[in-house]
């Protein structure tokens, strides 16, 4: 079956919070195809370990399962899903607020969806209680594209 | 991590040494907690010249540290962050509460 995208990934792994900093790199390998900035790198990684470390502490809080990645690149676009089947968020409008946490006891900030809404183009949350988390991210890799005529007229110039 | 004290100045310095997410800050957080109340500095000081990443859970761990540091009288500043980290600190608003500066690139 032909995908009707121009190359997608799934990465699933324990809930496990030293798999942190394995899911954000795994991630941005699988971007760097896009060739993104230093800066847009940096968005990404960001964003998927706010989402991946939301699925570790809130999705399966004390108990062990499976978060579940899926990337797909569509033209310069990268698109991110990051899903777990842990408890659900009971009112995703509060949850997005900045600041707001349900484990200010853990230090967290509330800065989780707050970042993964100002890194990424557009960030969607459909979470059902008792069922589970998923969250989708896209952003757009802004490659500024050198013409052949500027190409050009820098060879000119040079000479 | 690398811990230094200086005795004369009662200034702690931690030198951070891995990426800070949700898995590193829990044991950052031990280990700093640990220093400040075994000698109870009047500062304390993160040098981020080796972070190379940094996600909310190090807003949080700052946060802590800086009410601790509060609590014993004593105040905290971060040192040499980096523009990605930077990014992340303005967002949170702590700048307006904890001075840092900027890593200068060579």
Request: hydrophobic share 40%; with cysteine.
């Amino acid at each position: 079956m032909k995908s009707i995208y121009d190359n997608e990934m799934k990465l699933e792994f324990l809930s496990k919070s030293n798999n942190e900093a394995f899911a954000r790199i795994t991630v941005a390998a699988f971007v760097s195809q896009l060739d993104p900035t230093i800066e847009e790198l940096a968005d990404i990684k960001t964003a998927v370990s706010e989402a991946v470390t939301n699925c570790i502490i809130h999705g399966y809080e004390d108990c062990e399962g499976v978060v579940k990645i899926i990337g797909r690149i569509f033209a310069n676009t990268i698109e991110i899903e990051i899903s777990d089947t842990g408890r659900g968020i009971e009112n995703v409008d509060l949850a997005r607020k900045p600041l707001y946490t349900t484990k200010a006891n853990l230090e967290r900030s509330g800065m989780g969806f707050t970042i993964m809404e100002s890194f990424m183009d557009e960030v969607e949350i459909e979470s059902v209680l008792g069922l589970g988390t998923k969250i989708k991210m896209k952003k757009m890799i802004k490659k500024i594209p050198i013409e052949e005529d500027s190409l050009e007229l820098m060879s000119l110039g040079g000479i | 991590m690398n811990i230094n004290y200086n005795q004369n100045e009662k200034v702690l310095c931690i030198e951070i040494t891995e990426e800070i997410d949700h898995h590193a800050a829990d044991k950052i957080r031990r280990k700093v907690d640990n220093e400040i109340t075994r000698y109870m500095p009047r500062k304390t000081v993160f040098d981020f010249s080796r972070v190379t990443f940094m996600d909310s859970a190090g807003i949080g761990m700052i946060i802590g540290r800086y009410k601790m540091m509060k609590l014993i009288g004593g105040s905290l500043e971060i040192e040499n962050v980096n523009e990605s980290s930077k990014k992340i600190l303005e967002m949170s608003g702590i700048l307006k509460i904890i001075p840092i500066s900027e890593l200068k690139m060579a």
